[in-house]
């Protein structure tokens, strides 16, 4: 698995799966049962695909609370410039607080 990525190991197990299982009679004619083992192969891919699902919900929970943070953000820097530029109306452009507080902006 350590040259694979995610898909080319899914499928991996996918075609282990389907090879076994078209092939279970030869392999029981040399003396081995493969029925347990695919099943239990079988199980753990269906536990692995329910694992992703779960993963990919998990990231589009987080995108969506990036997404709403990000916007959330926005609105609390947007509001504190507009309260910079009031002050600014104020107190005069020449003012230092407004001096101090418009460098704010540029860091």
Known sequence: MATLNEKESRDFVSQV???VD???????????DP???????????????????EQQKAQAIA?????????TLKV??????AFINLIEGLLGKDN????QLRQLRKK
Do not use: C, F, P, W
Not at 22 to 32: E, F
Not at 35 to 53: F, I, N, V, W
């Open 76 to 81: 609390a820097y947007d509001e504190a410039s």
């Open 35 to 53: 029925t347990a083992r695919s099943a239990e192969l079988k199980t753990k891919l269906q536990t692995a695909d329910e694992a992703e699902g």
């Open 22 to 32: 078209q092939n279970a009679s030869m392999l029981t004619d040399a003396g081995y």
């Open 96 to 99: 230092s607080l407004v001096h």
């Open 17 to 19: 799966i389907v090879m």
């Open 63 to 71: 995108l969506d609370a990036t997404k709403h943070a990000n916007a």
